[in-house]
């Protein structure tokens, strides 16, 4: 009896065989780095990658763009003011991913 991974090198070989990978987007292109994909903790990389791809994305990915287009922001700020808020903001965005992760990794889900 083949191996799972036996089995997906086969389906693979197969798809290429007959051309049906060439038709796919990107198809002998490099791999684009998802945005978001090397913050997220390991542990959660493949349930939300999952989720992402069935079309549903959980908050805290929302929170993770969030947190990026504030860095962005934080540092194309020129007026003190405004770099406090947007601190503040960015502080605030982190310790409620953070607690959110937190209470994901106790309760294992």
């Known amino acids: 009896m083949p191996t799972q991974d036996e089995e997906i090198a086969r ?3 197969e ?3 007959s051309g049906e990978l060439s038709r796919l987007p990107g198809y002998g292109k490099p791999m684009t780095g998802d945005d978001g994909f090397e913050a997220t903790p390991d542990e959660f990389r493949m ?10 994305t ?3 990915i929302e929170w993770f763009h ?3 287009a504030l860095r962005v922001q934080l540092q194309a700020a020129q007026d003190a003011e405004e770099r406090a808020a947007l601190s503040t903001k960015l502080s605030e965005l ?8 937190e209470a994901m990794r106790v309760r294992g889900s």
């Open 58 to 60: 959980p908050p805290e």
């Open 47 to 56: 349930p939300f990658k999952i989720l992402k791809n069935a079309g549903f």
């Open 11 to 13: 389906y693979l070989r």
């Open 94 to 101: 982190q310790q409620k991913i953070a607690l959110r992760l």
């Open 66 to 68: 969030q947190r990026a």
């Open 15 to 17: 798809a290429a065989a």
